[in-house]
């Protein structure tokens, strides 16, 4: 998994409760992206970051706050989950040269469920 | 926006065929594209990708082909083995001078049985 660690791997949590998901890698590279895949939706992004500190809403960012404050570390909180956001969850990297065009590699995933 | 689609949600090979996934794109400026395997539980897997300047690229076993005219491309995995069964999706980066964004398929299940 190009040296991406997600963590927690599996969350149950219940309505209200905030959540962190956090993404770790080792491999220096610039961009961090979350996503989540659902049945019939594929993967859509949540947010990203090009920088530490640097972050920016993806396409589905409603409800989800993200922080970086390490170039290794990208953190996705929802602030307060509800039962839509039971999902996977997924980290990717991208870029020592730059995120468009670059490859993105994926996390293991961390699957979540809001009761 | 990006639409990506994909012809045939499962294909079922026997192990030693050639496989073909396919997918179709819409927005005539994507520059990049890539084909990713997830097996079950776990994350994309990185197969494979292509840029718009080219039509052909081989790697091992994998061969992506890139049709700019019919905004088309495919998956070909020769000699197909039961380890490649699993989700393949296609992921298409849109052009422009901003930020762009990957934009995945919604995968086809390839079954190989043996």
């Known amino acids: 998994d190009a040296g991406i660690t997600q963590s927690p791997r599996h969350k149950v949590t219940e309505t209200g409760t905030p959540v962190t998901l956090r993404c770790h890698q080792t491999?220096?590279?610039?961009?961090m992206y979350w996503y989540r895949q659902d049945p019939g939706h594929g993967l859509r992004l949540i947010h990203y970051?090009?920088?530490?500190?640097?972050?920016d809403k993806g396409e589905v960012s409603d409800g989800y706050s993200v922080s970086r404050s390490k170039t290794e570390d990208f953190l996705l909180t929802l602030e307060s989950a509800t039962s839509s956001q039971t999902s996977v969850y997924f980290c990717?990297?991208?870029?020592?040269?730059?995120?468009?065009?670059?490859?993105?590699?994926f996390g293991p995933g961390t699957r979540l469920t809001v009761l | 926006g990006e639409s990506v689609g994909l012809h045939l949600p499962t294909l079922s090979v026997q192990e030693g065929d050639n496989s073909i996934i396919n997918c179709a794109y819409s927005n005539s400026a994507s520059d990049y594209f890539i084909w990713y395997k997830q097996e079950s539980g776990k994350g994309p897997q990185f197969i494979i990708d292509i840029r718009s300047n080219m039509d052909k690229r081989q790697g091992q076993r994998v061969t992506v082909l890139l049709n700019k005219t019919v905004k088309h491309l495919s998956l070909q995995i020769a000699a197909t083995q039961p380890g490649d069964s699993a989700v393949y999706f296609c992921a298409v980066w849109a052009g422009g001078t901003s930020y762009g964004k990957l934009t995945f398929g919604q995968g086809t299940i390839l079954t190989v049985h043996p």
């Open positions: 491999e220096n590279h610039r961009y």
């Open positions: 970051s090009y920088g530490v500190k640097d972050t």
């Open positions: 990717a990297i991208s870029g020592i040269a730059g995120g468009r065009g670059d490859t993105q590699y």
